[in-house]
């Protein structure tokens, strides 16, 4: 875990300024350090091709790798590539599909190496695979494929799409980030999102805003990724020095995203912000909390009540509905309340489960 945030911490501030190489390059880095490998290689799917081409290489080393071509179904990477599904290996040395491998940099292949290979998922498509191989020594232990996965989904991550959103890609790797730290908020950021939208649509927000509203709903509560895991997953109640930890987050999202937009940022800093003026950090009220924090909050709620929580289990649409009801006014812009209302009498409104 320590690694993974080191990762991502150094892929938020640099992804923008990064090539795609030296992302894939960064992060084939760290997982060689994470799984202490002597090898790590990530293969891209060549686009129009069944070729799979090494578009990373570290090896503990630091030595130089020349570019390699796998073809889809052969070797280890072209096995994983097929199947879209992990694999891992001890004495690879005895199995076929390791030796299709070599030779590598004209050396032979070491007999009693360990492999572990998963596939990189970027936004639900295959994209490549990544590979790390202990040459000698203990083999790698079974559970590690699961560790490996997320970094695996982050490496993915950097890869572009065809149509390519350089902020819309930060975003979704800040989010993932913070989902796999807390295993309690899975889902949690697209479901705002999701529920923003719908409300969103019931008070006519012109089109133009549904973008910025649909990053600063996935992006609302980034400032919990330096927040400690152990405070984030806590079952029981929290003191006051928890909570005003925990209600930092407004403020440390603002700062983070500040440097990348200053209109998402302040909707960001301002989706804990209570209609009736008694929100945090900075005490807004009314009109004054931008139209997107005061959907998100909305949004928020909806989502916090009906999903499992640590202390109780989920509770249905309506009940979210009449709480979220009682506090019209006070917590939340009447207005808003109305949209959801209406968009669950007109059947536009329904749960969203990721
Ligand atoms: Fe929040
Ligand atoms: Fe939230």
Redo the contacts with the bound molecule.
């Keep these: 875990m320590e690694t993974l945030q080191s990762l991502v911490t150094g892929l938020m501030s640099t992804l923008n300024t990064y090539t795609v190489h030296e992302c894939v390059a960064s992060v084939c880095e760290n997982i060689l350090k994470f799984t202490e490998a002597d090898r790590c290689v990530i293969y891209l799917m060549e686009k129009g091709s069944d070729e799979l081409f090494s578009g990373a290489y570290a090896t503990r080393g630091g030595g130089y790798a020349p570019e390699k071509f796998v073809k889809v179904g052969t070797g280890i990477a072209g096995w994983v590539a097929a199947r879209g599904a992990p694999l891992i290996l001890d004495a690879a040395g005895a199995d076929p599909r390791f030796l299709e491998e070599w030779p590598l940099n004209g050396e032979a292949p070491p007999l009693n190496a360990s492999v572990i290979a998963v596939p990189l998922i970027s936004f639900d498509s295959f994209v490549g695979v990544v590979e790390v191989v202990r040459t000698q020594g203990e083999g790698f232990r079974k559970s590690l494929i699961t560790d490996l996965q997320p970094l695996a989904n982050i490496a993915g991550l950097a890869i572009p799409r065809e149509t390519d959103d350089g902020f819309a890609r930060l975003a979704e790797v800040c989010i993932r980030f913070l989902e796999e730290k807390d295993r309690y908020?899975h889902g949690?950021?697209i479901r705002?999102m999701k529920y923003s939208l719908m409300i969103a649509e019931g008070v006519g927000l012109p089109h133009s805003q549904m973008e910025e509203l649909r990053l600063c709903a996935l992006l609302?509560?980034i400032g919990k990724v330096i927040i400690k895991d152990s405070l984030l997953g806590k079952p029981g109640r929290l003191t006051s020095k928890e909570l005003q930890t925990i209600r930092m987050h407004p403020t440390i999202g603002f700062n983070i995203v500040e440097k990348i937009s200053k209109t998402l940022s302040r909707k960001i800093r301002s989706?804990h912000e209570r209609f009736d003026g008694n929100g945090y950090p900075d005490r807004l009220q009314g009109d004054n909390i931008p139209l997107a924090s005061r959907i998100?909050c909305v949004a928020?709620t909806l989502?916090?009540i009906t999903s499992d929580r640590p202390y109780r289990p989920a509770r249905g649409i309506d009940v979210a509905i009449e709480e979220i009801k009682k506090h019209t006014n006070t917590q939340f812009d009447p207005a808003l309340v109305e949209a959801l209302l209406k968009a669950n009498a007109e059947g536009r409104l329904h749960l969203v489960r990721v």
């Design positions: 908020t949690h950021s705002v609302h509560d989706h998100i928020d989502d916090a």
